[in-house]
């Protein structure tokens, strides 16, 4: 029997979810420009969070705006990161890897 058949199918890696952030740090303008930009890159509609703390030295308030993010699932999910790691020329280094396996890196 050929390897493939015998190895165990739940140690396969799957991916779960991508969740694609943009934070600004702010509300007004930079925060709908990172909506647009989320829309385009995903062609799903971002979700704004709000701030859970204030920050003074930010000029940040508890419940402003300041980020938008979209989660993607499934088939979206995969494509997007085939994307995605395409763009970076299909190298992650391994200081964006955490302890619990979760990737986390910036296309800039």
């Given at each position: 029997?050929?390897?493939?058949?015998?190895?165990?199918?739940?140690?396969?890696?799957?991916?779960?979810?991508?969740?694609?952030?943009?934070?600004?740090?702010?509300?007004?303008?930079?925060?709908?420009k990172a909506?647009?930009?989320?829309?385009?890159?995903t062609?799903?509609?971002?979700?704004?969070?709000?701030?859970?703390?204030?920050?003074?030295?930010?000029?940040?308030?508890?419940?402003?705006?300041?980020?938008?993010?979209?989660?993607?699932?499934?088939?979206?999910?995969?494509?997007?990161?085939?994307?995605?790691?395409?763009?970076?020329?299909?190298?992650?280094?391994?200081s964006?890897?955490?302890?619990?396996?979760?990737?986390?890196?910036?296309?800039?």
């Open positions: 029997m050929a390897r493939e058949s015998i190895e165990n199918p739940l140690r396969k890696i799957r991916v779960a979810k991508v969740t694609v952030n943009i934070a600004t740090g702010k509300s007004g303008d930079p925060l709908e909506k647009k930009v989320l829309n385009q890159v062609g799903r509609t971002p979700v704004t969070k709000r701030a859970r703390r204030a920050v003074k030295d930010f000029g940040v308030r508890k419940g402003e705006p300041i980020s938008a993010l979209v989660t993607l699932r499934r088939d979206l999910a995969v494509s997007f990161l085939e994307r995605a790691l395409e763009a970076v020329g299909n190298k992650v280094h391994m964006a890897f955490d302890d619990y396996g979760n990737v986390s890196f910036g296309i800039k």
